[in-house]
Nanobody
Framework: QVQFVESGGGLVQPGGSLRLSCATS????????IGWFRQAPGKEREGVSC????????YYIGSVKGRFTISRDSAKNTVYLQMNSLKPEDTAVYYC????????????????????????WGQGTQVTVSS
């Protein structure tokens, strides 16, 4: 069973930046569309970005567009999420997982759905944006 490992979170002030990393316990990330997801306390997990395995196309939900950048380094077998201009509402545990990419439009809103098995989710990495 492939598991995903996230790292790079931390405490940052509003307006600051972090870069998250996603790796696997085995296998290659190039085989998957990869999404970044986040879950804030009391809220459902939501997909925020994804990168296609087919052509490297990237997608973002509206609240992070222009601030977050997803990228893939095949040589390092790692997917990154560069997060700039962070806001308190970005505070959450962030996860990476295989995903549908491009997003599916549900009720007029693009949504990024995961394709992860229950036991392939990693521990996530905590991002806290606070002054």
């Amino acid at each position: 069973q492939v598991q995903f490992v996230e790292s790079g979170g931390g405490l940052v002030q509003p307006g600051g930046s972090l870069r998250l990393s996603c790796a696997t316990s085995r296998g290659t990330l190039d085989a998957y569309h990869i999404g970044w997801f986040r879950q804030a306390p009391g809220k459902e997990r939501e997909g925020v970005s994804c990168i296609s395995s087919r052509d490297g196309s990237t997608y973002y939900i509206g609240s992070v567009k222009g601030r977050f950048t997803i990228s893939r380094d095949s040589a390092k077998n790692t997917v990154y999420l560069q997060m700039n201009s962070l806001k308190p509402e970005d505070t959450a545990v962030y996860y990476c997982a295989p995903s549908v990419c491009p997003p599916l439009v549900v009720g007029g809103t693009p949504r990024i759905f995961d394709l992860a098995d229950f036991d392939s989710w990693g521990q996530g990495t905590q991002v806290t944006v606070s002054s």
